[in-house]
């Protein structure tokens, strides 16, 4: 799909989010499968999520962990843990060495884990590598042997360590290992693939053009966030003929968020369109969920989001004019890879 504006760029979907965008984009319920159920409605997609809360298996960082489930006052533990950890990295002065050029989203990912986790052991802080992302059997062969001996930390080491360090038992620091992965890597994950995408979609940015603005436009081109399942439910069938009993349902912001019935040039990136728009009344604007369940990390992604794009900004940082197509896999985050960014 070409970039509009006066980058010309072209983002290549995967052929599956390429079909998603070409056959059912507009549309409000179509069907994906035999068993799934594709809807972008707007009143829908309320209706839908507002019927039952996620189960915890529907939970993306929360649910059940080697079968073994996650009680929500676990999982807000955890939360306030890393949003501690967030707001002391927030904190820190920026320093004058660090550069941000290279290859994103992964330069900002290494930026994003030092800053946030840099005082913590080796043994966790390696369970951020994005290479743990192709296959889970390589995650849980770091986290065995990592969790053989205790965890011992030095004072610097983050909120979200501490609570680790506390498991006592083998298998209990195997568990509390994978949740410091299930809980930390998200927010390096999400940070960095949006402002990859951001940069991607609209660098190098105008002086007057605000870092939120420019977030809640990337959000909207290439949410990471791309879909939102709900299993099979009697609520969904009740809703829409459309949906049978059996039907699992894929909510789809990749469509909403498109959608020329909701948005003015819904391809092009314009920034400035969020000057008059309230990010949490929009209609089909799902960048981190619904209203009844709202993303836990939305505090945290946007803050650290903005400081990373400061650091571009004043450093004279955009991608590479060379550079006119970046590829979007079909990944657990949306998002453009090997983005090459340089000072302009």
């Not at 069907?31 to 039952?52: C, E, F, K, W």
């Not at 986790?117 to 966790?124: A, E, F, K, T």
């Not at 505090?299 to 989001?305: F, I, S």
Request: hydrophobic fraction near 40%; aromatic fraction near 6%; proline fraction near 8%.
């Amino acid at each position: 799909m070409p970039s509009t504006g006066k980058h010309i760029r072209t983002t290549v979907f995967t052929p599956r989010l390429q079909a998603l965008l070409r056959d059912h984009r507009g549309e409000d319920v179509f069907r994906l499968d035999a068993n799934t159920v594709g809807v972008a409605g707007t009143a829908l997609t309320h209706q839908i999520l507002s019927a039952r809360p996620a189960t915890e298996f529907e939970r993306p960082t929360f649910k059940p962990l080697h079968g073994r489930s996650i009680p929500r006052a676990d999982a807000l533990k955890l939360m306030q843990a890393i949003g501690s950890d967030v707001r002391a990295a927030l904190k820190k002065p920026v320093s004058e060495t660090v550069d941000l050029s290279g290859e994103w989203p992964h330069v900002g990912h290494v930026y994003l884990r030092d800053l946030v986790l840099g005082g913590d052991p080796y043994r966790l802080r390696i369970l951020m590598d994005r290479i743990l992302e192709l296959t889970p059997k390589l995650t849980w062969a770091l986290i065995a042997a990592g969790a053989a001996p205790s965890v011992r930390l030095q004072p610097e080491a983050s909120a979200i360590a501490k609570l680790t360090a506390g498991a006592s038992t083998y298998n209990d620091r195997r568990y509390a290992m994978g949740m410091y992965r299930r809980t930390a890597a998200p927010v390096c994950f999400t940070i960095s693939t949006l402002v990859a995408n951001a940069l991607w979609l609209g660098s190098p940015f105008g002086k007057g053009t605000s870092n939120r603005n420019i977030l809640h436009e990337a959000l909207r081109l290439l949410p990471p966030s791309w879909n939102i399942l709900r299993n099979a439910s009697p609520e969904y069938a009740a809703l829409d003929s459309r949906i049978g009993p059996n039907d699992d349902v894929l909510i789809l912001p990749l469509l909403s968020h498109r959608d020329p019935a909701l948005w003015d040039d819904a391809d092009e990136f314009r920034p400035e369109r969020w000057d008059s728009i309230n990010p949490g009344e929009q209609p089909g604007y799902l960048p981190f969920g619904h209203t009844s369940e709202r993303c836990w990390g939305q505090h945290m992604v946007m803050p650290l989001a903005e400081r990373l794009l400061d650091i571009l900004r004043n450093d004279g940082l955009a991608v590479s004019p060379r550079q006119t197509t970046a590829e979007v896999p079909l990944a657990g985050l949306l998002g453009v890879f090997q983005v090459k960014v340089v000072r302009q």
